[in-house]
């Protein structure tokens, strides 16, 4: 059966929007992998909620992917938060270096602003 997996948005702590050390955390835990990111062997490693849906079926399964900044090939996912955190947590057994700051990889672009006379009211004036 064909399926899809669909991820959400991401949270502030994905490398997508930057890399900031106030995010990384020595460990991750229940209460702190929707924030929070861990580096293992100079990896930066995050855990994200998502759901895997069935094409020609309503079954939804729930998931959790543990994933690198840079496709390290640790895009994995898992059934359950405790197998995930578990996994990240023991990547690996030293933290490495800490991955540098830096700001977002895209930006949005916004049109230019466009004004327009309103010659309408001018013409109604000079009556």
């Not at 690198?68 to 023991?90: M, P, Q």
Request: proline residues 3%.
């Amino acid at each position: 059966m064909t399926s899809s997996t669909y991820w959400g948005l991401q949270p502030a702590h994905s490398p997508g929007y930057g890399i900031n050390h106030k995010y990384i955390a020595k460990k991750l835990t229940n209460k702190n992998w929707k924030r929070k990111a861990i580096v293992r062997d100079s990896i930066y490693i995050y855990v994200i909620k998502g759901t895997i849906s069935v094409y020609n079926s309503n079954s939804e399964k729930c998931i959790y992917g543990v994933f690198g900044e840079r496709g390290e090939g640790i895009d994995v996912h898992f059934d359950t938060l405790k197998e995930a955190i578990f996994y990240a947590n023991s990547y690996s057994d030293h933290e490495g270096v800490y991955p540098k700051e830096k700001g977002s990889s895209w930006t949005i672009h916004v049109g230019p602003v466009m004004t327009f006379s309103n010659s309408t009211n001018k013409k109604k004036k000079g009556k």
